[in-house]
């Protein structure tokens, strides 16, 4: 009986800690980096993935893939935090149905229990010359949209997001390198 009660008191001083009332979520709604300010450690895919919706106004880079993906990036903005996150939108432009490679998901261990995700993309500072990895949380798992399993042929597109370290203020743009894709420039807002 007393474990349980500690173990709900550390629970909830922990989702306090991480922001998890309900009130930080909404008033982050629509914002680039409100899945990354999410304070619940279970996978994404059981949160449905990441709902972030990009501002589709702005195209910074349209990467297309052989097999028919296609990545439409729309922001790559700087946080307070220092972070950087990336959005945009995946469409399959192939005439069926068509499924994520697993190369998308990374190669770490600790990503790959996320299950379908996009924490295989990397940023490269070339003048910097260092690479950026998709953030992970406190649990190791990566802050990115999860959960994307199958892509149907036409539609709009599913929205994603992944958030790295920020590069220096004086780095303007950075190489976006997407798993089996061709690697794209975009500029840092």
């Known amino acids: 009986m007393a474990t349980a009660a500690l173990l709900a008191t550390t629970l909830t001083l922990s989702l306090t800690a991480c922001g998890g009332d309900g009130e930080g979520a909404a008033k982050d709604q629509g914002s680039s980096s409100a899945p990354a300010a999410s304070g619940n450690s279970k996978p994404k895919e059981e949160e449905g993935g990441g709902n972030t919706v990009p501002d589709t106004s702005q195209t910074l880079a349209t990467i297309n893939g052989s097999n028919g993906f296609q990545f439409v990036i729309h922001s790559a903005v700087r946080d307070d935090g220092g972070f950087l996150t990336v959005t ?29 995700s996009f924490a ?62 061709p690697t794209a420039m975009i500029e840092i807002s």
């Open 88 to 116: 945009g939108t995946v469409k399959n432009t192939s005439g069926k149905v068509a499924y994520p490679p697993v190369a998308w998901n990374g190669q770490e261990s600790n990503v790959k229990r996320a299950g379908r």
């Open 120 to 181: 295989g993309i990397t940023l490269v500072d070339k003048a910097e010359k260092k690479r950026y990895y998709v953030l992970r949380d406190t649990e190791g798992y990566p802050l990115t949209t999860t959960g994307v399993t199958s892509i149907e042929a036409g539609d709009a597109g599913v929205p994603f997001f992944a958030q790295f370290p920020a590069p220096p203020d004086t780095t303007s743009q950075v190489a976006i390198q997407i798993p089996l894709m």
